[in-house]
């Protein structure tokens, strides 16, 4: 059973950092792309950043470069999110996602495992 759990959530203030992890299991993590996408109420979810399984090619939202960076550490099946510089308009639960071969990483689609979510609330 694959599972995709997510840590490092909470409350800051605008200008603070915060480290998102996922830590994934019952899959082979080396072969997966990773993603992290985030969510508001009523609104689709959308993408963050993600991190290739071959190349560890990375790719950003728009509105995260220079702020956010990501990374994978295979032999601990963890990938993490480190976000710098945060806004109130950063505020969303965030998702880790894993797809074995993710065509669009900027789309949900081609991701097969997500995890429950991690509540990122940042105040001005």
């Known amino acids: 059973q694959v599972r995709l759990v997510e840590s490092g959530g909470g409350l800051v203030q605008a200008g603070d950092s915060l480290r998102l992890s996922c830590t994934a299991s019952g899959l082979s993590f080396g072969m997966y792309d990773m993603g992290w996408f985030r969510q508001t109420p009523g609104k689709e979810r959308e993408f963050v950043a993600a991190s290739r399984r071959i190349g560890g090619n990375t790719f950003y939202a728009d509105f995260v470069k220079g702020r956010f960076s990501i990374s994978r550490d295979n032999t601990k099946n963890t990938v993490v999110l480190q976000m710098n510089m945060l806004k109130p308009e950063d505020t969303a639960v965030y998702y880790c996602?894993?797809?074995?071969?993710?065509?669009?990483?900027?789309?949900?689609?081609?991701?097969?495992?997500w995890g429950q979510g991690t509540q990122v609330t940042v105040s001005s």
């Open positions: 996602a894993a797809g074995p071969r993710v065509v669009f990483v900027q789309s949900t689609r081609g991701y097969q495992h």
